[in-house]
């Protein structure tokens, strides 16, 4: 059975309210919408393989769940990094505080680990992502790959790269 557009449209008039319903159980109210379309897409995709009714509901409902997931996982990396940076940026502030060493090597950190943060955030987006949950969450490469839906190999390149362009940034920040 192959979808037809009119077959599609009525399998989303019919399902999009249940799954919108079922969406919003699992993440945040601005996101279902999205979520939920995206789901469609899939369908769409994939037309050509689906038998029976049936088949397509719970694709669907499938497609909805995991996207939530990986939405949830999302947040949680999102939010275990401005943890650690916030627990990172205390512990520096209470180990260089100026009444513990000299102003003079207080200043030199601070502005060191102010051209660090500003290097990584020179980074392209999934390269700093990559490198972020390598290095500041301590994530091994096949979890990352599985966070961000790439390969090992993508999240190899990503987190080499990055390392290469932090340390010329660094090293040209050194000399200057």
């Not at 037309?47 to 029976?52: A, L, N, P």
């Not at 943890?83 to 512990?91: G, L, Y």
Request: aromatic fraction near 12%; charge should be negative; include cysteine.
């Amino acid at each position: 059975m192959n979808i037809t557009e009119d077959d599609f449209r009525l399998i989303f008039r019919e399902l999009y309210s249940p799954l919108a319903y079922y969406a919003s159980h699992l993440v945040d109210e601005d996101e279902v919408k999205d979520l939920v379309q995206e789901a469609f897409v899939e369908l769409w995709k994939y037309r050509e393989s689906m038998t029976d009714r049936e088949h397509m509901k719970a694709f669907l409902y499938r497609a909805v769940y995991s996207r939530a997931i990986n939405i949830m996982k999302h947040k949680a990396v999102v939010k275990d990094y401005q943890d650690a940076r916030t627990q990172i940026e205390a512990s520096r502030m209470d180990f260089f505080h100026p009444e513990h060493n000299d102003v003079i090597r207080y200043m030199e950190s601070r502005e060191l680990h102010q051209q660090i943060h500003t290097a990584i955030d020179e980074l392209p987006d999934k390269r700093r992502q990559a490198f972020v949950m390598s290095y500041v969450h301590g994530m091994k490469n096949k979890e990352i790959a599985d966070v961000m839906e790439v390969s090992v190999r993508t999240v190899d390149v990503h987190v080499y790269k990055a390392l290469c362009y932090l340390r010329d940034r660094l090293a040209f920040l050194k000399k200057k």
